[in-house]
């Protein structure tokens, strides 16, 4: 994979030594093959439809306590459909997954990649933020299920990346270790869409030994992106 310089600078922040070929020209080291297609067209009033009903949901618990509900960020029409848990603290307050300081590290992972936060859409399998930041709980992702269904859908992604052990157990109803799951292509909802497992950027912060083999995950699920186009 050659690198531009924008990406050798993430790399670094994540910790992942880089080596450049010398035998490489250097007009091919720093233009990186594209990681992401021009975007599809979505259904833009069944979104906003979708995005209110999220807005007004009180189907369980979870609504009583949100400071409002956290739809998605990004690209809806993006190829790049990532998928978390649940919103916590910022998440909540900003109306946007992703934020705070799991926001940033994310926003490298994907600048390392050659992509921005507008070339993917980012979702999480709840839209509520559980108390105190807890893991979801059952019966909270099934009552939001229907939504994330919708939701896929909708964005008709070429690639979903789960990201952590709640999102991808959740989307792909197992109970299989995440260490298990990685490196290997699944299938959401049909074996025209693949998915990819790695770990959740707030995990990455608390392990930051796990970097480079969540850089493994990127790099292993470029390849199979580019294997669709």
């Not at 050659?2 to 450049?20: A, F, G, Y």
């Not at 509900?69 to 993006?78: D, I, L, W």
């Not at 070429?158 to 298990?180: C, F, H, S, W, Y």
Request: net charge positive; charged share 30%; aromatic share 6%.
């Amino acid at each position: 994979m050659n690198l531009s310089e924008r990406q050798r600078q993430c790399l670094e922040l994540l910790d992942i030594d880089v080596w450049v070929r010398r035998n490489l020209p250097p007009e091919r080291q720093a233009n990186p093959a594209p990681a992401t297609l021009p975007a599809k067209v979505i259904d833009e009033p069944a979104w906003q439809a979708l995005r209110a009903e999220v807005a007004a949901c009180t189907r369980c618990a979870l609504h009583r306590g949100r400071t409002q509900t956290v739809f998605s960020a990004g690209n809806p029409a993006a190829e790049w459909l990532l998928i978390g848990e649940a919103p916590g603290k910022e998440e909540d307050r900003q109306g946007e997954p992703f934020v705070g300081r799991a926001g940033k590290l994310l926003n490298s992972m994907l600048a390392a990649m050659g992509l921005r936060r507008d070339d993917v859409c980012i979702i999480n399998i709840l839209k509520c933020r559980p108390p105190d930041n807890r893991d979801p709980k059952p019966e909270e992702a099934l009552t939001c299920e229907p939504y994330l269904k919708r939701q896929i859908a909708l964005i008709r992604p070429k690639i979903i990346l789960a990201l952590g052990r709640i999102a991808a157990q959740n989307l792909l109803q197992v109970e299989t270790p995440i260490g298990r799951m990685r490196g290997q292509v699944y299938e959401y909802p049909d074996p025209r869409t693949p998915v990819i497992v790695s770990y959740h950027p707030a995990y990455l912060l608390r392990k930051p030994s796990e970097k480079r083999r969540s850089w493994e995950d990127l790099k292993f699920a470029m390849r199979v992106f580019r294997e669709q186009s």
